[in-house]
Each structure stands twice: as C-alpha cells, then as structure tokens.
C-alpha cells in the first residue's frame, strides 16, 4: 500500500486553486450518467448529498435514522470558526490556518489545512443564504465571538444551536433536491458492506432497518460521511446510534485507517453517575469563561458540601497550573488535569470523578442576573438533568470522549486508498491534527461537503467511462450480500447469555481506563490483551433475540459493538506504537517535567495509517510524512 | 417500497385550492364566525328594548320589517342563512378530516392548553343549530308558541318565556352560546392571523369580554320576564 | 438525592405496522432517581433480553434533547409530565414509588406504528421537501454581511428554527394536526430576508402537502404549544395563517415566458 497525498505543489495559497484547475471536468449532460452514493446525511453528507444533485449527478443518500434531520452534527452547540475578520482584530486565513496547525500539535497535514481556512469563509455566506439565523448585533450584522482559547473573534454561532441551525440548513438543501427528484432518500438503511470490484469502490450493502431486507445499491462512486467512532467509550458525547460500521467494513475492504488513537475527552461533561448510565451530556465550553474550576486540597474535604470548604482549602488546580490561560486552557490540557486531580483522590460528587466548576465569584461580581443572561440555558439543562442548582451550588464536571481526529486516510481529493472511495468530515482523518480546536468541526464537515468534494469527485469520475458500473447480479455484489447475510445469521445464532450492551460496557471501561486520557505501554498492552478476550466472549455469548427479517434494535447493537470491540483493539496499537504524547495522545512516558505533553518530531512527525491484513493477523502500519514549510514545527504552551 | 424510503413530492401545484385546504376552511369558519357573533350582538342589543316596553319593542320589530322596503330584513335573513350554512359545513369537513387523522386514540390522554369551552365546540355548536330552528319556531313563525300574535313581538316575548321549561332552554342555551363564543371569538383572530404579544392580552380579554355582555343580556331577559320586571 | 422506586409500566407492544398492538405490563424494579427515563427503558430491555423476550422497541439518538428522536407519549402527554423537556431529559425523580407509568406511540394516521413505540415520521420530511427551504444552489451567495438582518427578526426566527421535528405537536394536538411544525419552518423561513423570495409559494406548497398527508386541521386548542419541548409558539400558527391567506389571495399560476433564442 502506497499512500500517495496528491498535495499541490507551489505556494500554499495557490494549491487549492492550481488543484481545482487541474482537476479534470466532467461534461455537464454526460452528469447525469454518473450515480454517487452518499452514506450518511449530517453535514458533511447531507452538504454533499445535496450539492453533488445541484450539480446533476444522481445522487442516493443513506441514513440510520428516521430523518436526515437527526444527524448528530444536530448536537453541536457553540459554533463554526471561519476567517471573516468581521471584526477587525486580525484574522485572516494564514491565522486561522496557523492556529489549526498549531491546535492540532502539528499532525496535520498543511495543504488541507490551508484549504480548510480558505473555504471557512464562502461557508459562512453560504449558511447565511440558506437562512440559518446566525446571532447578529443590534446593526443588524453577524456577532462573534471567541471561542475554544482563540484569540480573534471568528467563532459565529447561534444561540448554543449552531450545529442544529447548520444541520437544518444543509437538511433543507437535502430536502429540496428530494423534492426535486435529484436525490432518492434512503432513511433507517444502515451500511452494511462497501462492494469492491478490482479494487475499486463500485457500492454498497444496505440493511433496511425497519423490514430486515438486505438491498444492494451499485454506482461509479461512494461518499461515507458516518461520523466518528468515539462511542468506542460506551460512554461518550455522541449520539446512542453513533457508530463506525461503515468506515470499519471499508477498512477490511483496503482503506487504510489513520491516527486512530487520536480521540478528543472534552473537558466539561456533566459527571457519571451510576452504572445504568448511557450517555454524557456536554455542557458547553463557554462555560469556562466566567466558571472557576477547583477541588478540595485535602481529600477528607471531598465528601463536604462544597460551600463548606474554605477558600484557603480549595486548589484551583488550573489557575494554578497554567497562570496565563487559567480556566481558559485547552480540551486535552484540561481534561488532563481533571483526571490527574482525581487520580489523586481529590474527586468531588458521589463517584469522587467529578471537580467543580464554580460560578460563585462570578456572580458575585456580575451579578445573577447577568449570569443568567449568558447562560441561562445551560444552567437549565445541568438542573434538569442533575437537579442541582449552578446558582447556588457549584456544578460538577467531569472528561468525556467526544470526538474523534483519526479516521480513514484520505489524499488531498479526500480519496481513501480504495479508488472511488471518499470519505467526508468526521470519518476521515485529515484536518484536525492530533488535537481539534472548539468550532472547527462544523467547520470541516461543510467545507468537505459544499465546497471540497464537488471538485474533487468530478476529477475522479471523469477518468471513468459513464455507464460502466456494475449490474446488481455481479458476482462481487452477491458475494457481499452473502458476507452481510451470514454475519446477520452468526449473530443471531449464538444465543449467549449476555446483551450486546453488556460487552460494549466492559469494552469502554478498558478503553477509558488505558487508552483514554492518559496512556502508558503496560496499560495498552495490558488493553491488547483484554480485548481480545472481549471479541472472543462476544462472540461465543452474545444473545440477540428476534431475527434478521425485522426491526431489531438488538440486532443493530451488536453488530456496532462487534465492530467496536475491533476498532479498540487498533486504536491501542496504534497508541502504543506512537511513542510521543501529541493533542489528545498523551502517553505518560512522554512528558515534561511540569507533566506536559512531548512530542518526538524526529520519529513521530508522520501519519499513521493502518492496512487490514486479514482475520487474525497483525496490521500493516504505514507513514505518510508530515512537512511543515508554512508553520514551524514548535511547542505549544499555555503557561 | 419500503416504508423508509423517502417518496419523491409530487412536482407542481401542490395546493387543493383554497376552500378545500385545511387553513382555508378555518378561515371560512372565522368569517362566518364573526358575521355570528356579529348578530348575535346586534341581537342581543336589539333586544334592550323590551326593558323599555311594548311600544319600544314592537316599533323596533317594525323597523327591521319595513327598513329598506323590507328588503333589509331579507338581506340580513340571506347573509345569516348562508353564513350559518357554511359555518356548519366547515365544522363538519373539518371535524371528520380531525376524526380520520387520529384513527387510533390515546389509552390516557391528559390535556394541558385546551378548554372545556375548546373541548366542546362541536357540542356546543350543535345544541346552538338545535337552539336556532326552535328560536325560529317560537318567536318568528310562532308554531311551537302557546299564544303567538303576529307582529307583536313584545308580547309573543312576554308570554314566551313565561313558560319555564322554555326560559330555562333559553338558559342553557345562551351558556353553550357562552362557552362557543369565548373560543370561537378568540380563535378568529387566531385563524385569521391577528397574533401579536402586545395584542395577546387583549384578544382575551375582548372575547371574555363580549361573551359576558352578550350572554349575560340575553339571560337577563328570560329572568327579568319569570320575576316580572318585564311584563 | 438518589432514591430507588419500584414501577409499574403498561407499555404498548406492536409486532409490526400491519399487525394489531395491545398493552403489556411489565414491573420495572429498583430504578434509581438519577436515571433519564430512556434509561429506566433500557434496564427493563437488558432484564427482557436476559429472559429471551423481544425488548420494547423506542426510537431515541442524542439523549440530549435535541435530534427530536425520542418519541413517547408518557401518562398520557407527549415527552412526559416536564415542560419544555424531551424523554431522553426527563429523569425518574419526576416519578414516585409505586407509579403505573402508562407509555404510548405517537398516535396520527400521518405516523404509522412501525413497532413498538417506534412511528414513521416520514410526512414531515415530505412537508420540508415540499417547501421548507431556500432554493440556493452551493456557491452562488453574496457576502454574509451584505444582508443585515434586524436583531429582533434573526431572533425571532431562531425562536422558531429552534423546532427539532419531533412531532410532539401532532401527538398532543386533539386533532392531530400538524400545524405548529410547518409554521415554525414558515416563521423561521418567512421572517428572514432570504425567504422572501419563496415566502408565498411556500407556505401555499407547505399547506398543499400537510394536507395531502391527512394530518388534522388546527382548531385553535394550544395542545402543541404546552407540549412542545423547544417552546414554539402558537404565534407561529397564527403567522402561516397570515401568509397562506395573503398566497391564496394573490395566487396566479407561473407565467410561461417564450423560451430564448
């Protein structure tokens, strides 16, 4: 396997521009000969989806949900980075690409970064066209603000709702090319298989959610734009249905997979609280910038009500840590230092996994009412869901997975290693580095699916003859309904004792406890050896009533928590062979002496890109180098 | 096809036209609604007269017989006749489209916004129908009034509710005329698209208002007549 | 404080769309004060499939209120007896010990039962597809700032955008009606610059295919305000109905112009 980037030469501001005029044509009546499948309908498929129709392909999207309204990119709340310099105070594109690069620990690959950055801007104006209604400023223009640590105002937002705004824009652009008959809608299908003939990427397999038909769709190219697989933690920030199926099966069909240890714990979740627990709520991170986080300095104060602890008690472990950014530190830097206190026993709450975050002095100086102004919300939500009051008592926080940079590889067209094969936003791995910054993931998602593929894909598709793809009968599509059909069968036939949830719970408690927050190499190779042993009981004691000719939600479970439990396995091999700590990987070997993270740029400033190699058999680890000719290579600190 | 599968909308017009849309059958609820309402105000003040006896009453009757020729009444007969027609028609297309749209019911179903006076439109509206044709019979054609003098309205009136079972129909008449109008004046400007916050409170408060005077009046003529202030 | 309750649930059980459903009573034992009610599902599923049963089927995503997924009438009102909270955020301290929890699909001719507590929410993509956007192709927008937008109308309309698509409004309404959703998308759209384009042949279309869904017609009750979990208003009704007068009165079928050279 030869991982070829196809990044542009030349000046880094032009290689966006020589590339899309490199890029070959596709005549505009010969379009609709050329049919697209895209999987996946949040924004950057639904953006996709609906802009490949605009242009005239014909277009078949798919969806595990009842809408594509549902996509978790619904859930974002603070907002999308773009370098308008609406507000005078310095952005431009080399800014926002420089602290991206930056952001993300120097382990992403600049060409696509610079891209990123230059297209933030027609996204904007592309989402204010479509009516989402932005928060504006009494003159009836755009407000910003800053966000994540950033030190311009690019971050534009609407109310806590932005992905949800965003979502429904790009839904609504999805809709009115179904409407139009552009677009033919396949929701509750769930992709089973990726159909490769030579190497090439010629369709999928779908299950019908609702009736149990397996169906095969063929066509010239396939999109996954499934999201990401942080729900490997069982416990996570994405949605329940949340799942890697899609990227996994094309990973076992050829495409590499690269930087999978690279997860995202986001620091201000609201904490766990028992072991029916199924999700982790976000609470956004604009909290942090009026709430004080601490914890008890001695243990025995822990179990105190927190009103009771003394000021000259209590250790505001990141004022402390980092003067200049405080509370304002970033993701990784933040959720670190969360566990570490807690590690020591200083946790607060019933499970002693949680440290406060305190809006008391900010109260007392703003005033509760101004709180509530700014907040008001997410002061709501936390009491809706813990039935405290942040107004009186301090919340309690605690790291959860919530994002993950690694994914597919893709070159520059965001092409995978199976030819015909893209994959957008969260899936693939190319934009954020190590380490992604707050508001740039709504941004990567649009910019992939308005403003990247539609070039990108007509230059693959015009070196393929329209017309060519294969018959549903092709003895390739039959062998992949026959895989999809036997596993289906496997997995119903096993009549286990324990639920699909039982296993996907042990598996997140290994991945959280050695390849989370902090990772070592006796953990993780203690990890390789544990999870193993999990697929092993899975499949010898899963039990999945019902059958395969219905809506069975079980069903759907295991076969994620089957792929799940695999990808934990690659994502400790991969952390364990990137002997560096970078963004989100932090290996404890590898740090500072003030506990912070080291990179190793000699050895480690590369992409990892994992090859299958078959059931049983170890992967094949690949590199595609990482040059810094823009940004220069240098530490980040917070201090 | 399978369930999930998302039909492609039919191109085109979509709309079946006005009358048949759900919004335009509110509409035309509203209108006639309001020409109602109307009437039944007019009615209602009209009706002050009997407390200044049978010369101001009779004359009043007169007038509406002879103004414009007699035209006039016949007018205002045609108009009430046709609203109250379409009024009803509205009513019935929009209650079997509202039947059908919920073939299966709720086992338990606890309501939250809606009145009883919402709740029982339909009800109200047909003892209102029923209340009509009887009122007709009674104090316009006399057929079912013990002692009916054409053309003296102020004595048909007395000697009408001087029967109780027919005063007290009139009662309870006018409360379902009072729970009808408290929704119905208020949802008007609802259907009719009169929503604004600074103007919320007084949409209530118009329609609470009115409902009181119109109801209360009219009550107070059956009373007045069964405890002899009119006689 | 957390507390354990013992409960009674009687929850509606349907194979499938075309067969016939009935209630079922199942004991949910010993379950914590701190859990969502989705969750209290999920530990009477995983005690179900523990005992070979088929576990109740409930359609649920983000379980953090906003995907619009989740879809249960409890006790007999959408989304349980919170205000302004989805099911996936209404937690268990709002039960007591001892509680017979009734929990319902969505009931519109509009949202067949698929099973269980699952519905098809179909119609309301269709009604979005019908209408419920701006016709603007990628890449052809002005500058973001060349529109400014009174603060006041770009609130007013995320007010209304604000909608999840639940359809909590069809489920509460005594008429099934869908009304408050296509307003909300009429509102969110209509109040803004960018839709004024469109503004009347949308709300026309709109209309055109909520009723060609068989949904119910609005009769002014509030039913959907009071269960809307994102607040929408009734105001919103009341301005579709405004501009799908105004469309109806000025309606004139698309001139057709000569074709070019």
Known sequence: MELISRTPDGPIEKSWDKHRFDLKLVNPSNKRKYKILVVGSGLAGAAAAATLAELGYEVECFAYQDSPRRAHSIAAQGGINAAKNYQNDGDSIFRLFYDTVKGGDFRAREANVYRLAQVSVNIIDQCVAQGVPFAREYGGLLDNRSFGGAQVSRTFYARGQTGQQLLLGAYQALERQIGLGKVKMFNRHE??????????????????????????????????????????????????????????????????????????????????????????????????????????????????????????????????????????????????????????????????????????????????????????????????????????????????????????????????????????????????????????????????????????????????????????????????????????????????????????????????????????????????????????????????????QELNQSLEMAGRVADFIEIGELMCRDALERRESCGGHFREEWQTEEGEARRDDENFCHVAAWEYKGEGNTPQRHIESLKFENVHLATRSYK | MSVAEQSIAGAGDRSPGFMASSVGRKVVMALTGVVLWGFVTVHMLGNLTSYMGAEAMNHYAEFLHTMIHGMGIWVFRTVLLVAVLMHIWAALSLTLSNQAARPVGYREKQNQAATWSSRTMRWTGVILGIFIVFHLLHLTLGTVHPDFIKGNAYHNFVTGFQVPWVAAFYIVAQLCLGLHMWHGVWSFTQSLGWAHPRYNALRRNFATGLTVLVVGVNISYPIAVLTGIIH | MEKHLNLT?????????????????????????????????????????????????????????????????????????????????????????????????????????????????????????????????????????????????????????????????????????????????????????????????????????????????????????????????????????????????????????????
Request: charge should be neutral.
């Open chain 3, 9 to 261: 649930l009687q929850v509606w059980r349907q194979k499938d769309a075309t067969s016939e459903g009935t209630f079922v009573e199942y004991a949910a034992k010993h379950i914590s004060t701190e859990m969502s009610f989705l969750e209290m599902l999920d530990v009477v599923n995983e005690d179900l499939i523990h005992k070979g049963e088929d576990p109740i089927a409930f359609d649920h995503d983000c379980r953090e209120g906003i995907c619009g997924m989740c879809s249960m009438v409890i006790n007999g009102r959408p989304h349980g007896p919170k205000e302004r909270t989805t099911t996936c955020q209404l937690h268990m301290r709002s039960f007591s010990d001892g509680d017979t929890i009734t929990i319902e699909p969505w009931r519109a001719k509009p949202f067949p039962v698929l099973k269980d507590l699952i519905v098809d929410r179909g119609a309301f993509d269709r009604i979005i597809a019908a209408g419920g956007f701006v016709s603007v192709p990628t890449g052809s927008p002005q500058d973001a700032n060349a529109l400014p937008i009174p603060k006041l109308n770009a609130d007013l309309a995320m007010d209304a955008a604000a909608c999840i698509g639940c359809g909590a409004c069809v489920a509460a309404c005594p008429n099934a009606s869908a009304m408050l959703f296509l307003s909300a998308k009429v509102s969110h759209l209509g109040l803004l610059p960018q839709g004024q384009p469109e503004r009347y042949s949308r709300v026309r279309d709109m209309v055109g295919q909520m009723d060609a869904e068989a949904f119910g017609t609005c009769t002014n009750h509030g039913e959907c305000e009071a269960a809307c979990p994102k607040g929408i208003t009734l105001e919103t009704i009341a301005r579709m109905n405004r501009d799908y007068i105004k469309a109806s009165l000025t309606y004139r079928p698309e001139a057709v112009g000569g074709a070019a050279g």
């Open chain 1, 191 to 548: 992709m089973q298989e990726l159909i490769v003939v030579d190497g090439v990427a010629k369709g999928i397999i779908v299950r019908d959610m609702v009736s149990g038909k397996v169906t095969s769709h063929t066509a010239d190219a396939v999109c996954l734009a499934t999201g990401g697989y942080g729900n490997v933690f069982y416990l996570s920030t994405n949605a329940k249905g949340c799942n890697a199926t899609a990227v996994w099966r094309a990973y076992k069909k050829g495409a590499a997979f690269a930087n999978p240890c690279y997860t995202q714990i986001h620091p201000t979740c609201i904490p766990v609280t028992g072991d029916h627990q199924s999700k982790l709520t976000l609470m956004s991170e604009s909290l942090r910038n009026d709430g004080r986080i601490w914890v008890p300095k001695k243990k025995e104060d822990c179990g105190k009500p927190a009103n009771q602890i003394p000021e000259e008690d209590r250790d505001y472990y990141l004022e402390r840590k980092y003067p200049s950014f405080g509370n304002l530190a970033p993701r990784d830097v933040s959720s670190r230092a969360a566990k570490q206190v807690c590690d020591e026993g200083r946790g607060v709450g019933p499970t002693r996994l949680g440290v406060y975050l305190d809006f008391s002095d900010a109260i007392k100086r703003l005033g509760a009412k101004k709180i509530e102004e700014k907040y008001g919300n997410l002061f709501e939500m936390y009491e809706r869901i813990t039935d405290e009051n942040p107004y009186e008592v301090p919340m309690r926080i605690f790291p959860a997975s919530h994002y993950t940079m690694g994914g597919l590889w893709v070159d520059y067209n965001l092409m995978s290693t199976i030819p015909g094969l893209f994959v957008l936003g969260e899936a693939n791995f190319s934009d954020h580095g190590a380490n992604r910054l707050g508001a740039s993931a709504l941004m990567q998602g649009l910019a992939d699916g308005y403003f990247v593929i539609p070039y990108t894909i007509g230059g693959y598709l015009a070196g393929i003859k329209p017309g060519t793809r294969i018959s549903a009968e092709d003895p390739a599509v039959k062998a992949a309904e026959q895989s999809v059909a036997e596993r289906t069968q496997r997995l119903i036939s096993i009549g286990g004792k324990q639920t699909p949830t039982h296993f996907h719970r042990e598996l997140g408690k290994v991945m959280w406890e050695h390849c989370g927050m902090g990772r070592t190499e006796a953990g993780l190779k203690k990890a390789l050896e544990i999870i193993p042993q999990i697929r092993e009981q899975f499949w010898k004691d899963v039990c999945v009533p019902g059958s395969g």
